[in-house]
């Protein structure tokens, strides 16, 4: 099998009319961890945003009768919001493209550009079925290939996992030693780097190391963790 690793790219700057009234309230979507599209042709969205309960229920206040439901979970510095509407046309010919090959899509898909909802996804399959589905795909919206390879089950998926800015903020930490023991870096020293507040960084590193312990103790010793982080070096 292969993968490939692409960004969509709205012409108009959004996926759903929806993603506009989310920015203007403030709400900042990070990433879709799930999506369907029912049958009865309305869908289905698990995203991970940044946002207070305030900005989200301003942003509902204004979708009349396009949001049918959603609910929202408090998940520490972010939260996890899903939303049951009527998609966009866009948004439905891409689900629906995509159940039409046998690929397999793997989530998250993160918004590698919130600010006109450039998604990043990745597609597992048959070569001839993701050069197909890419070239169906790209009549409907912009495609930028990233990364092209053969896919590997056996891979350790958790970094690949983070967001592009979890993987920065990582490496640098580690590259400057905060993981030695004794530390050999601070917050204000992996800021200097990465040109953002010390506060920031910590806010990173708490959220990466909780994804990254949840995930190494659901299949294996909590000591691998220290592996993993060696991997990454």
Not at 137 to 144: G, L, Y
Request: include cysteine; glycine fraction near 6%.
């Amino acid at each position: 099998m292969r993968y490939v690793t692409y960004a969509l790219t709205p012409e108009r700057g959004y996926f759903d009319p929806g993603e506009v009234v989310f920015r203007e309230c403030g709400v900042v979507l990070r990433s879709i961890q799930e999506q369907s599209l029912l049958t009865d042709g309305t869908a289905v969205m698990l995203y991970e945003a940044e946002a207070t309960r305030d900005q989200i229920d301003e942003s509902f206040a204004h979708a009349g009768d396009k949001v049918i439901d959603y609910q929202v979970a408090d998940a520490g510095d972010h939260v996890m919001l899903q939303v049951h509407y009527h998609p966009s046309d866009l948004i439905r010919n891409l689900l629906e493209l995509h159940d039409s090959y046998a690929t397999h899509l793997d989530f998250p898909l993160e918004f590698v550009d919130p600010s006109i909802s450039s998604l990043r996804v990745s597609v597992i399959g048959a070569k001839e079925q993701l050069q197909e589905q890419i070239a169906a795909t790209r009549e409907e919206v912009d495609v930028t290939i990233e990364r092209i390879g053969d896919y590997d089950p056996g891979t350790d998926r958790r970094f690949a996992g983070l967001t592009e800015r979890q993987r920065e903020v990582l490496l640098v930490a580690v590259e400057k030693g905060y993981y030695e023991s004794p530390r050999e870096a601070t917050y204000d020293d992996i800021a200097a780097d990465l040109d953002c507040s010390a506060s920031a960084v910590g806010k990173h590193l708490r959220r990466i190391e909780s994804e990254l312990v949840d995930a190494a103790v659901s299949d294996r010793a909590i000591g691998e963790f220290r592996d993993t982080l060696a991997e990454i070096r």
